[in-house]
Protein backbone atom coordinates (compact mmCIF):
# COMPACT_ATOMS: atom_id res chain seq x y z
CA UNK A 1 0.00 0.00 0.00
CA UNK A 2 2.23 2.53 -1.10
CA UNK A 3 0.43 5.95 -0.22
CA UNK A 4 2.18 9.38 1.45
CA UNK A 5 -1.02 9.49 3.83
CA UNK A 6 -0.66 6.16 5.20
CA UNK A 7 3.08 6.38 5.45
CA UNK A 8 2.64 9.70 7.63
CA UNK A 9 0.65 7.06 10.02
CA UNK A 10 2.82 4.34 9.98
CA UNK A 11 5.48 6.59 10.75
CA UNK A 12 3.61 8.19 14.20
CA UNK A 13 2.90 4.91 15.63
CA UNK A 14 6.27 4.05 14.92
CA UNK A 15 7.24 7.31 16.97
CA UNK A 16 7.96 6.10 21.16
CA UNK A 17 6.80 9.55 21.88
CA UNK A 18 3.54 9.26 20.30
CA UNK A 19 0.80 9.66 23.08
CA UNK A 20 -1.77 6.93 23.56
CA UNK A 21 -4.76 8.95 22.25
CA UNK A 22 -2.71 9.81 19.00
CA UNK A 23 -1.49 6.38 18.82
CA UNK A 24 -4.94 5.16 18.91
CA UNK A 25 -6.20 7.89 16.28
CA UNK A 26 -3.52 6.28 13.96
CA UNK A 27 -4.61 3.01 14.17
CA UNK A 28 -7.83 3.28 13.20
CA UNK A 29 -6.71 5.41 10.46
CA UNK A 30 -4.48 2.88 9.35
CA UNK A 31 -7.68 0.04 9.73
CA UNK A 32 -9.52 2.59 7.44
CA UNK A 33 -7.00 2.66 4.75
CA UNK A 34 -6.79 -1.18 4.68
CA UNK A 35 -10.72 -1.20 4.68
CA UNK A 36 -10.96 0.99 1.04
CA UNK A 37 -8.08 -1.53 -0.18
CA UNK A 38 -10.33 -5.02 0.81
CA UNK A 39 -13.03 -3.31 -0.37
CA UNK A 40 -11.28 -2.93 -4.22
CA UNK A 41 -11.15 -7.14 -4.12
CA UNK A 42 -15.16 -7.57 -3.01
CA UNK A 43 -17.67 -8.59 -5.16
CA UNK A 44 -19.88 -5.12 -6.40
CA UNK A 45 -23.27 -4.96 -8.09
CA UNK A 46 -24.91 -2.05 -9.80
CA UNK A 47 -27.49 -0.11 -9.09
CA UNK A 48 -29.26 2.71 -10.36
CA UNK A 49 -30.58 5.71 -8.08
CA UNK A 50 -32.69 8.64 -9.79
CA UNK A 51 -31.45 12.40 -8.34
CA UNK A 52 -33.21 15.22 -7.54
CA UNK A 53 -32.76 15.87 -10.76
CA UNK A 54 -34.76 13.33 -12.21
CA UNK A 55 -31.93 11.99 -13.80
CA UNK A 56 -30.85 8.56 -13.28
CA UNK A 57 -26.55 7.48 -11.82
CA UNK A 58 -25.42 3.80 -11.81
CA UNK A 59 -22.68 3.10 -8.70
CA UNK A 60 -21.18 -0.32 -8.34
CA UNK A 61 -22.10 -1.19 -4.64
CA UNK A 62 -20.75 -4.20 -2.29
CA UNK A 63 -22.59 -6.75 -2.79
CA UNK A 64 -21.05 -8.90 0.56
CA UNK A 65 -22.38 -9.49 3.67
CA UNK A 66 -19.12 -8.95 6.17
CA UNK A 67 -18.60 -9.26 9.75
CA UNK A 68 -15.87 -7.65 11.10
CA UNK A 69 -13.96 -9.80 14.10
CA UNK A 70 -11.25 -8.99 15.90
CA UNK A 71 -8.89 -10.14 18.53
CA UNK A 72 -8.17 -8.04 22.01
CA UNK A 73 -7.20 -5.75 23.18
CA UNK A 74 -4.24 -4.50 20.55
CA UNK A 75 -6.72 -5.06 17.78
CA UNK A 76 -9.57 -2.47 18.76
CA UNK A 77 -8.42 0.13 17.13
CA UNK A 78 -7.81 -0.83 13.81
CA UNK A 79 -10.55 -2.46 13.83
CA UNK A 80 -12.66 1.00 14.85
CA UNK A 81 -11.05 1.91 11.46
CA UNK A 82 -12.29 -0.63 9.33
CA UNK A 83 -15.81 -0.56 11.13
CA UNK A 84 -15.63 2.96 9.52
CA UNK A 85 -14.85 1.90 5.91
CA UNK A 86 -17.54 -0.86 6.37
CA UNK A 87 -19.90 0.81 8.57
CA UNK A 88 -22.58 -1.91 7.84
CA UNK A 89 -20.95 -4.73 9.22
CA UNK A 90 -21.77 -6.97 12.32
CA UNK A 91 -18.82 -7.53 14.54
CA UNK A 92 -17.51 -10.23 16.78
CA UNK A 93 -14.53 -10.66 19.06
CA UNK A 94 -12.02 -12.80 20.23
CA UNK A 95 -9.77 -12.74 23.40
CA UNK A 96 -6.68 -14.69 23.03
CA UNK A 97 -3.36 -14.03 25.35
CA UNK A 98 -0.27 -14.79 23.59
CA UNK A 99 2.46 -16.57 26.57
CA UNK A 100 5.78 -14.64 26.43
CA UNK A 101 7.58 -17.78 26.95
CA UNK A 102 6.05 -20.22 24.62
CA UNK A 103 4.61 -17.68 21.98
CA UNK A 104 1.31 -19.81 21.92
CA UNK A 105 -1.80 -18.17 22.32
CA UNK A 106 -4.57 -18.88 24.79
CA UNK A 107 -8.17 -18.28 23.80
CA UNK A 108 -10.49 -17.36 26.52
CA UNK A 109 -13.55 -15.14 25.16
CA UNK A 110 -15.79 -15.36 22.23
CA UNK A 111 -18.31 -13.41 20.76
CA UNK A 112 -19.65 -13.74 17.49
CA UNK A 113 -23.00 -13.05 15.46
CA UNK A 114 -23.81 -15.63 12.98
CA UNK A 115 -20.71 -15.95 10.42
CA UNK A 116 -22.35 -18.89 8.31
CA UNK A 117 -21.68 -18.13 4.74
CA UNK A 118 -20.49 -14.45 5.53
CA UNK A 119 -17.17 -12.70 4.80
CA UNK A 120 -14.80 -12.02 7.49
CA UNK A 121 -12.26 -9.47 7.81
CA UNK A 122 -10.19 -10.67 10.73
CA UNK A 123 -8.11 -7.37 12.19
CA UNK A 124 -5.51 -7.56 14.41
CA UNK A 125 -2.81 -4.57 15.08
CA UNK A 126 0.34 -7.01 14.82
CA UNK A 127 0.53 -10.16 13.12
CA UNK A 128 4.01 -11.68 14.36
CA UNK A 129 4.20 -15.37 14.69
CA UNK A 130 0.89 -15.79 13.25
CA UNK A 131 -0.31 -18.34 16.11
CA UNK A 132 -3.20 -15.87 17.78
CA UNK A 133 -4.35 -15.53 13.98
CA UNK A 134 -4.49 -18.74 12.90
CA UNK A 135 -5.96 -20.50 16.35
CA UNK A 136 -8.68 -17.37 15.62
CA UNK A 137 -9.18 -18.88 11.79
CA UNK A 138 -9.12 -21.89 13.20
CA UNK A 139 -12.16 -21.04 15.61
CA UNK A 140 -14.12 -19.01 12.78
CA UNK A 141 -14.06 -22.23 10.38
CA UNK A 142 -15.66 -23.99 12.88
CA UNK A 143 -18.61 -21.54 12.06
CA UNK A 144 -18.53 -22.39 8.29
CA UNK A 145 -17.69 -18.63 6.79
CA UNK A 146 -18.20 -17.66 3.04
CA UNK A 147 -14.19 -16.09 2.98
CA UNK A 148 -12.01 -15.32 5.95
CA UNK A 149 -9.86 -12.02 4.80
CA UNK A 150 -7.19 -11.05 7.82
CA UNK A 151 -5.95 -7.13 7.51
CA UNK A 152 -2.87 -6.27 10.26
CA UNK A 153 -1.32 -2.49 10.37
CA UNK A 154 2.02 -4.62 10.52
CA UNK A 155 3.00 -8.31 9.57
CA UNK A 156 6.04 -10.33 9.83
CA UNK A 157 6.67 -12.99 6.68
CA UNK A 158 6.42 -15.53 9.37
CA UNK A 159 3.06 -15.07 10.24
CA UNK A 160 1.81 -14.67 6.94
CA UNK A 161 3.51 -18.24 6.51
CA UNK A 162 2.17 -19.43 8.91
CA UNK A 163 -1.35 -18.17 7.74
CA UNK A 164 -0.87 -19.80 4.22
CA UNK A 165 0.26 -22.93 5.58
CA UNK A 166 -3.14 -23.23 7.28
CA UNK A 167 -4.98 -22.27 4.43
CA UNK A 168 -3.34 -20.74 1.17
CA UNK A 169 -6.15 -18.87 0.15
CA UNK A 170 -6.48 -16.38 2.97
CA UNK A 171 -6.22 -13.04 1.86
CA UNK A 172 -3.37 -11.01 4.29
CA UNK A 173 -4.03 -7.23 3.78
CA UNK A 174 -0.98 -5.52 5.69
CA UNK A 175 -0.08 -1.80 5.73
CA UNK A 176 3.01 -2.63 6.47
CA UNK A 177 5.59 -6.19 6.12
CA UNK A 178 8.61 -5.93 8.44
CA UNK A 179 10.94 -8.30 7.98
CA UNK A 180 12.18 -9.38 11.38
CA UNK A 181 11.50 -11.17 14.88
CA UNK A 182 13.55 -10.85 17.75
CA UNK A 183 13.45 -13.94 20.28
CA UNK A 184 10.58 -13.00 22.25
CA UNK A 185 8.00 -12.67 18.92
CA UNK A 186 7.84 -9.06 18.71
CA UNK A 187 8.15 -7.83 15.40
CA UNK A 188 11.12 -5.67 14.14
CA UNK A 189 11.33 -2.22 13.45
CA UNK A 190 7.77 -2.22 14.89
CA UNK A 191 6.32 -0.61 17.19
CA UNK A 192 6.59 -1.87 20.40
CA UNK A 193 3.58 -3.54 22.44
CA UNK A 194 0.80 -2.33 20.54
CA UNK A 195 -1.74 -2.92 23.49
CA UNK A 196 0.18 -1.19 25.94
CA UNK A 197 0.70 1.22 23.91
CA UNK A 198 -2.88 1.61 23.30
CA UNK A 199 -3.92 1.07 26.95
CA UNK A 200 -1.45 1.20 29.64
CA UNK A 201 1.34 -1.17 30.22
CA UNK A 202 -0.65 -4.49 31.39
CA UNK A 203 0.66 -6.30 34.79
Do not use: W
Not at 5 to 11: G, P, S, T
Not at 182 to 188: A, C, D, V
Amino acid sequence: MNNPLLEELLYTVRDPTTTAPIFRFALERIGEHLGFEIAKDLVTQEQRITTSLGQTATHSLLKEELTLVTVLRAGIPLYNGLLKAFPKAESGFVGAMRNEETLNATISYIALPDIKNKIIILADTMIATGGSIVDTIKLLDMHAPKKIIVAGAFVAPEGVAKIKEYDKNIRVYAAQIDCLLNEKGYILPGLGDAGDRCYGRKV
